[in-house]
Structures are given as structure tokens and as C-alpha cells.
């Protein structure tokens, strides 16, 4: 641990510090190493005051939600991982409701909004540290429409928002109002959706870390509502190795022009990757476009798989897959986030 960073004393930073923290735990794929320094503020203004004390600092800053999309590489990350873990916030934005947080992880006051207000203003504002599947069930319970095609995604509204989480069924950005970003001078910025121009599986907002965001969706028969997050979660559960320890999808779908409309998932298992393994990481024999941690992998197994599958499809059918996965203190050469 090098100590040019300040004393390793929580109350050298202005939130709530640790030093040395193993990272594996906090992804889902469950490999990597550890972080330099934790932070993990619990108000926006912590989060503030955590980026300028970074950069006084000259460390490099991370920001980690739910590491669901995340490849740690081994050892140890030099700098700050800044957790949004604490700043879990999910309320609605006007009404009686107003200064009553629902709980992130069940969205359960939501459900007792008076069915007169259900109608009147149907936005959810969400922290950054706010779960999707929160997000999910609060507009499921509300009979809310637009989210549906997020069930299933593990993650935080945070990274949902930067990455632009979504599929088959929709994304995040389509019921996406206003965003409030940080940007890397410490100024809060609100932006409305019409300012921003996102992308697929990119929220295409530069260096800045999303904040909060207000949504909004469409009041709608809420048994419709609860059916369409059904069907969609049984779907995801049938073709995806939801039971087992991965980073959801590993490549962005190619261009279908360039692949005659094949998915990455598609591609892998033409090229009879499938159950391919190093150490073990194994790509999924259920969706070519998975990884899976058998139980001990390193980050190292799942860059070399990477690496294998990619040479492997752009051997066989000429397309270089981009990565969707955010790879964190990976070598120089090493595949980056595409
Ligand atoms: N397919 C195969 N073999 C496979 C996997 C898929 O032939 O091993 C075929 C499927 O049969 C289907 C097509 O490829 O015809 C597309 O597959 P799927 O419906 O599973 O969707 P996807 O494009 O692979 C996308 C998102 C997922 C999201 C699902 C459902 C990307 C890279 N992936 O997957 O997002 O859950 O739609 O909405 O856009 C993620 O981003 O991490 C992720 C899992």
C-alpha cells in the first residue's frame, strides 16, 4: 500500500473510507482484486467533496455501482473506487410522497401511493446507488410502464444510466427525463434528455458520473404492467445462466449489417465456442455471449477467454467484437471497453 496517498486514516477523506479492499465480492462475476482506497459516501455532497479530494490527490477515480458489467483485473487497482452503494435513494418526485424515500431495495412505500395519485405525475427519481431491480418492481407495483424490459438486470441506476442498461425489450434511456451529473471539476449539472444524445450500451456521458435521474412512465394496467415483467423475466431465465456468477453479456451485438444480423451470443456459438473454458471461466453453454466464474476463476482466466473468443470470431467471420463488460486495470493490450 503506498502511503503517498495521505495517512491510511478514514478521516483523511470526507466520507466514509476504507483501504485495501478486496473487490471480487462487490461483482457479480466475482473475480479481481483490490482496490487502493474505498470510498463510500452516503450524500451527493460527500460524493462531491470525494471527487475533489481525488483529484487533489492526483489518483485516479473509479466509480463502481453494482458491478454488474464489471471485469476487476487481479491485484491491486492504484487510486479510489468510489462505491454508490449508500447514496440509495428512490422516491417520487412531487405529491404527499415527496419527502418519503422508498426503501431501494423493495420500492415497498411506492406501492401504498393513493390510486388518485397513481395517475397525476408518473416519475420516480432515483440516486444513483438505487437498484435496478428497486426500479423495476417500484413501476411494476405502481402499474408504471417503460421498465419492464429491465427486469432481470442486476446493477444500480448509476451504472444503468451511464451504460444505457437494456435489451431486447427496451432501455433505460427511452423512459430517461433528466439526468444530474457530476462533472470531473466537481460541478453538479442537470441535464434533460433532449441535451444528451446516448447510445446503445452507452449512456454517452464522457467523464462525468451520473448523480440521479428522473424518470418517467406511463401509467398503464397494472395486471398488463405485471404480466409483460413476467413474461420478459422467464424469457431472460430461460436463455440466460441467470443462476450463475457472470458480468451479463460480454460483447456488444456487432453492426447486423456486418454479421447478417447475427447476435455476439450467436456468432460464439457458431464458432463452437461454447463451454470453452480457461481455469475457471467458461463461456456459457447456455448464451454464447456470457462468461461464467465455475467457483475461483481470476480475472486473468477471463481475459485470456476473451481474447480466445474474440480471435476465434474474428478469424472465422472477419467482425471484431466490442466489449460491453468495463474492464478495470487490465495490462496495456488488453481488451478495453469498446
Ligand atoms: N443466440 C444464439 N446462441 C446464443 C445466444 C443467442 O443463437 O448462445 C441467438 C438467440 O436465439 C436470438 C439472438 O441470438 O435469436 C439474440 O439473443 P438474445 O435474445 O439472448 O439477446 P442478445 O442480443 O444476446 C440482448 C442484450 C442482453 C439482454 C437481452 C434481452 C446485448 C449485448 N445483450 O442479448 O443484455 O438481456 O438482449 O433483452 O445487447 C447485457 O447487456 O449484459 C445483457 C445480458
Request: hydrophobic residues 40%.
Amino acid at each position: 500500500m503506498s502511503t503517498a496517498s495521505g495517512p491510511s486514516s478514514s478521516t483523511a477523506w470526507p466520507c466514509a473510507a476504507l483501504s485495501d479492499v478486496p473487490l471480487s465480492s462487490r461483482t457479480t462475476l466475482r473475480v479481481g482484486g483490490r482496490a487502493q482506497w474505498l470510498l463510500e459516501p452516503a450524500t451527493q455532497e460527500e460524493l462531491r467533496a470525494a471527487v475533489v479530494a481525488t483529484r487533489e490527490r492526483g489518483l485516479p477515480l473509479r466509480v463502481l455501482g453494482g458491478g454488474a458489467n464489471l471485469l476487476v483485473a487481479d491485484g491491486v487497482l492504484p487510486g479510489v473506487v468510489l462505491a454508490t452503494e449508500r447514496l440509495d435513494r428512490l422516491f417520487r418526485p412531487s405529491g404527499r410522497e415527496e419527502t418519503a424515500p422508498l426503501d431501494a431495495a423493495t420500492g415497498e412505500p411506492v406501492a401504498r401511493a393513493a390510486p388518485e395519485t397513481r395517475e397525476a405525475d408518473p416519475r420516480l427519481v432515483a440516486w444513483c446507488g438505487a437498484t435496478l431491480p428497486a426500479l423495476v418492481t417500484a413501476a411494476t407495483r405502481l402499474g408504471w410502464s417503460g421498465l419492464e424490459g429491465l427486469v432481470g438486470v442486476p446493477g444500480k441506476a448509476g451504472g444503468g444510466v451511464a451504460m444505457n442498461a437494456g435489451g431486447r425489450w427496451g432501455e433505460l434511456w427511452d423512459v430517461l427525463e433528466e439526468v444530474r451529473v457530476l462533472e470531473p471539476d466537481g460541478t453538479f449539472r442537470d441535464l434533460a434528455r433532449a441535451r444528451c444524445a446516448p447510445r446503445y450500451r452507452d449512456g454517452n456521458l464522457g467523464d462525468s458520473i451520473v448523480v440521479a435521474c428522473v424518470l418517467r412512465l406511463a401509467p398503464d394496467d397494472p395486471a398488463a404492467v405485471r404480466e409483460r415483467t413476467r413474461e420478459f423475466l422467464l424469457e431472460k431465465n430461460r436463455v440466460q445462466p441467470v443462476s450463475e456468477a457472470s458480468c451479463g453479456c460480454i460483447f456488444k451485438n456487432p453492426d447486423p449489417e456486418a454479421s447478417g444480423g447475427r447476435s455476439a451470443g450467436r456468432l460464439v456459438e457458431e464458432a463452437g465456442l461454447k463451454g470453452l473454458s480457461v481455469g475457471a471461466a467458461r463461456v456459457s453453454e447456455r448464451h454464447g455471449n456470457f462468461i461464467v466464474n465455475r467457483g475461483g476463476a481470476r480475472a486473468s482466466d477471463v481475459l485470456a477467454l476473451i481474447r480466445r473468443v474474440r480471435e476465434e470470431v474474428r478469424q472465422r467471420f472477419g467482425i471484431d467484437l466490442a466489449l460491453e463488460v468495463r474492464t478495470w486495470g487490465a495490462d496495456e493490450g488488453e481488451p478495453t471497453a469498446g
